[in-house]
């Protein structure tokens, strides 16, 4: 068989197409590349829900590459503790997985990422720093103000809801007694207490001494009498 010469149009054409070629490739790969999960696909943020802190990881993959996020507290450049671990999978809006915890002011985290083939163990650069302020304080308690009663509200009562208190006597006061009702009659001396107690008054006895001189005198006035008659009838 025998060979034929290829000539130099030919070959710049085949040149030309390997070129092409290659270059969409490489285009290809690239763009393969970019649609693929990123590490700079996910990002993490320290908040507060209420007065319970968290953190919070965002991916925002739109290929939907499952990943898992692992969440780590440093200390003087290390781990102090595992927080937790999450699977996410992202989405064109972004999904968000969020991981409880009661964070410190200016506390540091590290958020590794690992979506394989594509994420091998990265972190999220640079660590988290969580904000200067914490989100639970300690509870004060509020003074609750006393509602004073304003001038309507006392006029708007009416008068006759409030029963008048009945005034009670002290004892000091008592109970008054009847006044005393002179009397003309003489009051009864002390000797004579036995004749009140009989109705008596106090001129009894001036006129039982009188009663009994009438008859002592009627008495000798009959005796003389008769001794006289006596006399008289002896002559």
Not at 29 to 54: M, P, R
Not at 132 to 137: D, E, I, L, R, S
Not at 192 to 203: M, P
Request: with cysteine; net charge negative; glycine share 8%.
């Amino acid at each position: 068989m025998a060979f034929t010469p290829i000539s130099r149009r030919t070959s710049r054409a085949a040149r030309f197409l390997g070129v092409a070629a290659a270059s969409t490739a490489i285009v290809l790969g690239a763009s393969s590349n970019a649609l693929a999960c990123n590490i700079k696909e996910f990002s993490a943020e320290a908040k507060c829900d209420g007065t319970q802190g968290v953190i919070s990881v965002t991916d925002v993959d739109r290929t939907g590459v499952e990943a898992t996020v692992s969440v780590y507290l440093q200390s003087n450049g290390g781990d102090a503790k595992k927080v937790g671990e999450k699977a996410v999978k992202g989405s064109k809006k972004g999904t968000t997985i969020t991981f409880e915890e009661d964070w410190a002011p200016n506390a540091e985290y590290r958020i590794h990422v690992e979506a394989l083939p594509y994420i091998q163990g990265e972190n999220i650069t640079p660590n988290l720093i969580t904000p200067a302020t914490a989100c639970k304080t300690e509870d004060t308690p509020t003074p609750t103000a006393t509602p004073t009663p304003t001038p309507s509200d006392s006029a708007s009562t009416p008068a006759e809801d409030t029963p008048t208190p009945t005034a009670t006597p002290s004892a000091s006061e008592g109970t008054t007694a009847p006044a005393t009702v002179e009397s003309n009659a003489p009051s009864a001396a002390v000797g004579d207490s036995n004749l009140a107690e009989t109705g008596a008054n106090s001129n009894t006895g001036l006129i039982a001494g009188i009663a009994i001189a009438l008859v002592a005198i009627g008495g000798g006035a009959v005796f003389f009498g008769l001794r006289r008659r006596g006399a008289s009838s002896s002559r």
